[in-house]
Every structure is written in C-alpha cells, then in structure tokens.
C-alpha cells in the first residue's frame, strides 16, 4: 500500500496478523518548494585524511528570512534530524570538539554563493552517535544586490583539529544535491534610514546678538568761580551809546595823557633855558 502526503509517499506492507507496536510511517515534512527531498546523504570522512568514511543522512530543515535586504545581513535557520540508523559515529580515538559548522549554497544572485554558522554539540562519547544540536543554528550571509535567491542545504563539518585549530575533524559532503527540497530566498531593497543633523541647511537668517552698554552718569559740582558781571545802562531819552564812562578808561584818556606829557615837556625845556641864560 501507498501513502502520499503532499509530494511525498511511503510504502506501507500490510499483514494479517495485528501488529504489537503499531505501524511507524516515515512522512517528509519540510518548508522548501517542489519534489524534492529534505533528506540530504552525507559522505563524512575523518579524524583527518586517514580517517574512515561514514554514510550519514539528517533530515534538513531550513526556515527562510522574511524581511532580507540587500547590503544587511541576514539569518537563515538550520535544524538537522538523524534518519535512524544512519547516524554520524564519533571516533573511537581522540577528542573532537563538540562544535558543528553547517553551511547552504545558493545561485541566483550574483555574488551570493553560500551561507555559514557554528553550532554547539551535545556531550560527545568516544564510538557513540555525536548527538546534533537540538535548537536551530544560525547561518549568516550578505547579499550585495537585490534579486530571489535558491537555496539548498549544504556541507557539514565537526569538531577542529587541535594541532591548527581550524581544520574540521570530521568532513561530509552532500552526495545528492540535484535531489534536495530548494527554498527561495527574496533578497529586497535596503531601507535608509534617515541620519538626524543638527547643521541647518541654507543660509540660516539668524537673530542679532543684543550688545550690552553700559551708561555711567557723572554729576559734576560746580567750582566756586566769582563771575564779574556787566551792566550797561542807556541814558533816558538819548541814543544808545555804550557803556560811556561806566565801561572804564577809553581812547580820551589816552589824548589828555599825552597832552599833559607834551605840555609838562615844554615847561620842563622852558624852566632849562630860562636857567642857561641866567648863568651866562
């Protein structure tokens, strides 16, 4: 018998006898678009270039950003399941780092190739399964230019290697890639953000800036001066001439002056000769 639930069927075996446990159907569930499976097969190999190769498979669920821009970073999520039975083994010898690094590779958009993200283990024992992370892992990218991306589950890589530090113990490269579920991924256009300035654009009118001024007022106190004052007085009834004789000597003064000099002169030489003739 065959069940199909969306694109993907089981085969069921159907038997007379009642089953004890219950029939167990394994139904692919997975976010991505068309036929294709969500179950990757993986080649691991390793501890190092000599190290046994394993087939693993892990059931793969990618959960697509919604809001993805173009020159912004952006998260795809990654949670893995074990298929039963084909589980990852950790090596028998050695000590891996409980650190799983989980990768996509997408086409689409130029430039855009791939994104990557660390996760962290559970506790790792020696020969046992290497127990995968039981929350999502955040795989991170940057597209440079807007566009629909196709995305696929990619490589797996666990544990470092001691001596370098950056070389994966245990490598698995997927073996089915043409078969995986692909998921679009819309890259849009970065949203700008508007900077806050505080330089005012044109040419600012401005206010003046008052000037203060400072007035000082000075009283000054006269100084004791005694003015001499002036009166001048107009005779009644006549035309007026000045001070007259109230405004002090004038130019007669001057005239009698000299007359009298003249005149005591002329005496003066008179008494001489008078007194000359008398002698001789």
Do not use: H
């Not at 089981?10 to 029939?23: F, K």
């Not at 790792?124 to 807007?146: C, D, F, M, N, R």
């Not at 004789?245 to 030489?269: E, H, K, N, T, Y």
């Amino acid at each position: 018998m065959t069940i199909k639930v969306g694109e993907d069927t089981a085969n069921c075996t159907y038997v007379s006898v009642a089953p004890t446990t219950g029939i167990s159907v394994d139904v692919k569930v997975g976010g991505g678009t068309g036929s294709g499976t969500d179950i990757v097969d993986y080649e691991c190999t390793g501890p190092g270039a000599t190290g046994e190769t394993q087939n693993v498979q892990i059931k793969v669920e990618l959960t697509m950003p919604t809001s993805a821009r173009a020159n912004q970073q952006f998260e795809i999520g990654w949670k893995g399941t074990y298929v039963t039975g084909q589980e990852l083994q950790a090596p028998t010898t050695g000590t891996l780092t409980p650190k799983i690094f989980a990768y996509t590779t997408m086409t689409g958009i130029t430039g855009l190739t791939s994104a990557t993200g660390e996760g962290t283990l559970g506790t790792i024992t020696a020969g046992q399964t290497i127990p995968l992370p039981t929350t999502a892992v955040s795989l991170k990218s940057t597209a440079t230019s807007t566009g629909t991306a196709t995305v696929k589950p990619g490589k797996l890589n666990f544990g470092a290697n001691t001596a370098t530090g950056n070389q994966p113990m245990i490598e698995c490269a997927v073996q089915n890639d043409t078969e995986l579920k692909t998921y679009p991924l819309v890259v849009g256009t970065a949203t700008s953000t508007p900077t806050s300035s505080n330089t005012p654009t044109g040419t600012p009118t401005g206010t003046p800036t008052p000037t203060k001024t400072k007035t000082e007022f000075v009283t000054e106190t006269p100084t004791s001066e005694k003015t001499t004052e002036r009166s001048s007085e107009t005779p009644r009834k006549g035309a007026d001439t000045g001070a007259g004789g109230d405004a002090g000597p004038d130019g007669r003064m001057f005239l009698l002056a000299g007359s009298v000099l003249i005149m005591g002169a002329g005496a003066g030489g008179l008494l001489l000769r008078r007194r000359s003739i008398s002698k001789g």
